[in-house]
């Protein structure tokens, strides 16, 4: 959400090698951003009168596009349906995709927005402000600020604000990666089939490091005995203790992920619902949720952040992943060319995967962003953009998926709106008598959940209606009239 420019102002070689008519690339700066610009030659007899033409990576806003859209999606009907909620520990949902995604898309757009970098001191400028922007949204959309969209207060206590959270996560993902990419944009060879990896060997040397410091860190790190007071759900503000002294433990109580948040950011800044609390361990109500269990272990009530530091360090490695699919989009002119590095590193990627989670060696953790999650979860982004990429790109069907082109192009505005319920809450703001008397709640009430006489049906109509659907209108119409939300 961070890359638009890259996705309106750039394209690579979406010209089929077996066209007869020859393109050139040319570069031109303009205002300090680069711009990829496709020259094709005019027939003779046009020829004084050259035109160039620009197109874009279509399957880049479309990818976009159907993450926000996952998003809008398990966020709101996640309740009603707990299957597509974020798995409560191990597994993989369709939830856990949403982050992940996000993260590839941003590695794809960074590679095709730092091919040419005219001024590399003007450049990392641009990434720093950028992550800064990130950074600062994050906080005031997650950090406790917003209490969007039910809650009309707005305010956080300092003593309890959340420091990490989504956004924050791809602001430190993006600078990272994109700042590899700047300072090494002169040390590349010309890459080839298999050389495509060791010509970006400084990329992967990150992704490599964070590789390790993430598995060194949470198989050999001690955690000990740690205590917290539940804020949320206890009136009495008891304080409870968790029992570790342990290494290399992948559970919920005594992991390395959570302890090393928990030391930075303290225990009160961290996120106070985690997902766990649906466990069978902590609720008869699991996987959806409800009251703990009499018997519940203490952890079920403690914080945990999914978004935290250790677990962002591993999510480098989907942003590297990501900006290898752009480097193939960059390097690779045919399509099948691009297709066959593109779903090969998939399928091994998922290969990997299952093979970790299934051996119980690493199993797939989206809580812990384990490597074996990284490897399914990218595995799954690079089938999935290869599939968008043929059906959009290839063989040109493209009205199907312009909603998510829409959504993509503006994607920032409707993660801050729709995801983020920022428009819903100010609609909630106009309300008769009750706060719960709105608009918003009178049309999924009334329209949706009554006339299909069930919460979870009307839930799931009302969010594919009015809110996919209606954003994706919106985002049309900005779109229409070229208005976009530029971080």
């Given at each position: 959400m961070?890359?638009e420019e890259?996705?309106?102002?750039?394209e690579?070689?979406l010209g089929d090698s077996?066209?007869?008519?020859?393109?050139?690339?040319?570069?031109?700066?303009?205002?300090?951003?680069?711009?990829?610009?496709?020259?094709?030659?005019?027939?003779?007899?046009e020829?004084n009168?050259?035109?160039?033409?620009?197109?874009?990576?279509?399957?880049?806003?479309?990818?976009?596009?159907?993450?926000?859209?996952?998003?809008?999606l398990?966020d709101d009907a996640?309740?009603?349906?707990?299957?597509?909620d974020?798995?409560?520990w191990n597994?993989c949902t369709?939830?856990?995709?949403?982050?992940?995604?996000?993260l590839?898309i941003?590695?794809?757009a960074?590679a095709?927005?730092?091919k040419?970098?005219?001024?590399?001191?003007?450049?990392?400028?641009k990434?720093?402000?950028?992550?800064?922007?990130?950074?600062?949204?994050?906080?005031?959309?997650?950090?406790?600020?917003?209490h969007?969209p039910?809650d009309?207060?707005?305010?956080?206590?300092?003593?309890?604000?959340?420091w990490?959270?989504i956004?924050?996560?791809?602001?430190l993902?993006y600078?990272v990666?994109?700042?590899?990419?700047?300072?090494?944009t002169?040390l590349?060879?010309t890459?080839g089939h298999?050389?495509?990896?060791?010509a970006?060997?400084w990329q992967?040397?990150?992704g490599?490091?964070?590789?390790?410091?993430y598995m060194?860190?949470?198989?050999t790190?001690?955690?000990?005995?740690?205590?917290?007071?539940?804020?949320?759900n206890?009136?009495?503000?008891?304080?409870y203790?968790?029992k570790?002294?342990?290494?290399?433990?992948l559970?919920p109580?005594c992991?390395?992920?959570?302890?090393?948040?928990?030391?930075?950011?303290g225990?009160?800044?961290?996120?106070?619902?985690?997902v766990?609390?649906?466990?069978?361990?902590?609720?008869?109500s699991?996987p959806?949720?409800?009251p703990?269990?009499q018997?519940?272990p203490a952890?079920c009530?403690?914080?945990?952040e999914?978004e935290g530091?250790?677990?962002?360090?591993s999510?480098?490695?989907s942003?590297?992943i990501?900006?290898?699919?752009?480097h193939?989009?960059i390097?690779?002119?045919?399509?099948?060319e691009?297709?066959?590095q593109?779903?090969s590193?998939?399928?091994?990627?998922l290969?990997?995967?299952i093979?970790l989670?299934?051996?119980n060696?690493?199993?797939?953790?989206k809580?812990l962003y384990?490597?074996?999650y990284?490897c399914f979860?990218?595995?799954?982004?690079?089938?999935?953009?290869?599939?968008f990429?043929?059906?959009i790109?290839?063989w040109?069907?493209r009205?199907?998926f312009?909603?998510?082109e829409?959504?993509?192009?503006?994607?920032?505005?409707?993660?801050?709106?729709a995801?983020?319920?920022?428009?819903?809450?100010f609609?909630?703001?106009?309300?008769?008598e009750?706060?719960h008397n709105?608009?918003v709640?009178w049309?999924?009430?009334h329209v949706?959940v009554?006339?299909?006489h069930s919460?979870?049906?009307?839930?799931i109509?009302y969010?594919?209606?009015?809110?996919?659907t209606?954003?994706?209108l919106?985002?049309?119409i900005?779109h229409?009239f070229?208005?976009?939300?530029?971080l």
């Open positions: 961070m890359d890259a996705a309106k102002k750039m690579e070689g077996a066209m007869n008519k020859k393109q050139e690339e040319v570069a031109e700066i303009e205002n300090g951003k680069e711009r990829i610009i496709m020259e094709v030659p005019p027939p003779s007899s020829a009168n050259n035109k160039q033409k620009t197109k874009r990576v279509a399957t880049l806003d479309a990818f976009r596009g159907l993450t926000i859209v996952l998003m809008i398990v996640g309740g009603a349906y707990p299957r597509i974020h798995s409560p597994g369709l939830a856990d995709f949403v982050m992940p995604f996000f590839f941003v590695g794809v960074i095709l927005a730092l040419r970098i005219p001024k590399i001191s003007y450049a990392v400028r990434i720093v402000l950028r992550t800064l922007k990130l950074l600062f949204w994050g906080i005031l959309l997650q950090g406790g600020y917003s969007a039910d009309l207060a707005y305010g956080v206590n300092m003593k309890f604000i959340r990490c959270g956004l924050q996560r791809i602001g993902v600078c990666v994109a700042l590899i990419e700047t300072f090494t002169k590349r060879p890459p298999l050389s495509i990896f060791t970006y060997k992967w040397f990150g490599f490091v964070a590789f390790l410091i060194i860190t949470t198989y790190l001690y955690v000990p005995d740690w205590s917290f007071v539940d804020h949320i206890d009136d009495k503000l008891n304080r203790t968790v570790c002294g342990m290494r290399g433990h559970g109580a992991n390395a992920v959570g302890y090393v948040d928990r030391q930075v950011w225990v009160n800044h961290l996120y106070s619902q985690p766990w609390r649906r466990l069978k361990a902590c609720t008869l699991s959806g949720e409800g703990f269990r018997d519940a952890w009530r403690a914080p945990f999914p530091l250790l677990s962002s360090i999510a480098i490695m942003g590297t990501g900006i290898h699919y752009g193939v989009l390097n690779f002119k045919g399509h099948w691009r297709l066959k593109w779903v590193m998939g399928f091994v990627l290969i990997i995967a093979i989670h299934f051996t060696a690493i199993p797939i953790n809580q384990s490597f074996s990284v979860t990218a595995g799954a982004a690079g089938i999935v953009f290869s599939a990429y043929i059906l790109d290839v040109g069907i009205t199907p312009l909603f998510l829409w959504i993509g192009m503006n994607a920032m505005l409707v993660f801050v709106m995801a983020e319920g920022i428009f819903a809450a609609v909630n703001g106009w309300y008769y009750n706060p709105s608009l709640h049309i999924k009430k949706f009554n006339v299909w919460e979870r049906v009307g839930t109509l969010v594919f209606f009015a809110e996919i209606f954003w994706s919106v985002a049309g900005l229409k070229k208005i976009y939300w530029k």
